[in-house]
């Protein structure tokens, strides 16, 4: 019987690789919780820019290509992702699925408990 490996990193077709790289990405600037795959060490991380496939962001430490890892992106959660690439103190995550990256770009409400109604008070 034939063994066929399975190497899901190097499995995608070319057209796929391309599709998820060619995804619109948003510029942006916020933090984000990160952390290895399955490690109890969180750090956070300056996101640079977010598309439903991925992020780029600035890493405190080298971390090794095809890592597992996961990132907390405000408004979305935990997403769990791989690294795709890293340079200059930078790193890509592939995300495992597609997020909507505009739920980040929604502001952080802090719940201060219900709404009271207050009368306007005229100001002539």
Do not use: C, Y
């Not at 399975?6 to 391309?18: F, G, K, L, Q």
């Amino acid at each position: 019987m034939d063994h066929i490996s399975h190497d899901p990193i190097t499995d995608d077709s070319a057209e796929d690789a391309a599709a998820q790289r060619n995804d619109a990405r948003d510029s942006l600037l916020l933090v984000a919780r990160f952390r290895v795959e399955g490690s109890t060490e969180i750090t956070q991380v300056r996101v640079r820019n977010l598309s439903s496939g991925g992020l780029m962001a600035d890493i405190p430490k080298p971390i090794d290509i095809g890592t597992m890892v996961e990132v907390e992106v405000r408004g979305v959660g935990w997403v769990n992702g791989r690294i795709a690439w890293v340079a200059a103190g930078r790193a890509g995550v592939a995300f495992d699925h597609p997020i909507d990256p505009q739920a980040a770009r929604k502001p952080v409400v802090a719940n201060s408990g219900p709404v009271k109604n207050k009368p306007i008070k005229p100001l002539f």
